[in-house]
């Protein structure tokens, strides 16, 4: 079946613009978790949906980063006022039962 | 605070040897375990986990241990092939956070020569 995708797979925007990153998780998988990657690190929790809403939003860095998931299934990240330190691998993952997570290829944003 | 490590960040071994991968954890309610595979331009796999509960869990060629009074555990694979060379990061959760949420290690990129 299919995997996690997320759209674009790379987005250059410059300082100070809004960007918005898509993720489709799997279908039927009620959790959904954002995780960034910066370069020569490892992930880090952004945010996690359980349906509809953000059960836990507490690794969102501020409050130009901003989530949805309406209809519980597609999520969209935004991100106000990009700002250089925001350049990274935005990695999306979706889980059944919130303990083994499959994750997207990401999309690696480039704030210039 | 970097709760999740892997002091390595690289590792080079001969196909056909044992490849033993490190990571250290801080956080003493962390409960469950993982590794992750990742290639270039793709996202982290799921490779094995472990529970608390265990100190030991096999999976084909991987296998995982886990030391909690040392707060260590290590991925052995045997024996290693070329298509293992990747990134390996180490994963931790604790049940009491809501979705255990993963927090990672930096990654080891294994090399395994031909």
């Known amino acids: 079946g299919a995997g996690v995708s997320q759209t674009p797979s790379n987005k250059v925007t410059e300082k100070g613009k809004y960007v918005e990153l898509r993720c489709d998780p799997i279908?039927?998988?009620?959790?959904l978790y954002w995780y960034r990657q910066s370069l020569g690190q490892g992930p880090e929790f952004l945010i996690y949906?359980?349906?509809?809403?953000?059960?836990?939003d507490s690794g969102l860095p501020n409050d130009r980063f901003f989530a949805v998931r309406p209809e519980g299934s597609v999520s969209t990240l935004k991100i106000q006022r990009t700002e250089r330190g925001d350049s990274a691998v935005y990695l999306c993952?979706?889980?059944?039962?919130?303990?083994?997570?499959?994750f997207g290829p990401g999309t690696r944003l480039t704030v210039l | 605070d970097q709760q999740v490590k892997q002091n390595s960040p690289s590792l080079s071994v001969q196909e056909g040897r044992i490849s033993i991968l490190n990571c250290d954890y801080t956080?003493?309610?962390?409960?469950?375990f993982l590794w992750y595979k990742k290639y270039p331009a793709e996202g982290p796999t799921f490779l094995i986990s472990?529970?608390?509960?265990?100190d030991k869990n096999e999976d084909g060629r991987f296998t995982v241990f886990l030391n909690k009074s040392a707060k260590h555990l290590s991925l052995h694979i045997v024996p290693s092939q070329p298509g293992d060379s990747a990134v390996y990061f180490c994963?931790?959760?604790?049940?009491?956070?809501?979705?255990?949420?993963?927090?990672f290690g930096g990654g080891t990129r294994l090399m395994v020569k031909p």
């Open positions: 993952a979706s889980s059944p039962d919130g303990w083994e997570q499959f």
């Open positions: 956080n003493s309610m962390f409960d469950y």
């Open positions: 949906f359980q349906g509809t809403g953000a059960a836990d």
């Open positions: 472990i529970s608390s509960i265990k």
């Open positions: 994963a931790a959760s604790a049940q009491g956070n809501a979705g255990n949420m993963l927090t």
């Open positions: 279908s039927g998988h009620t959790a």
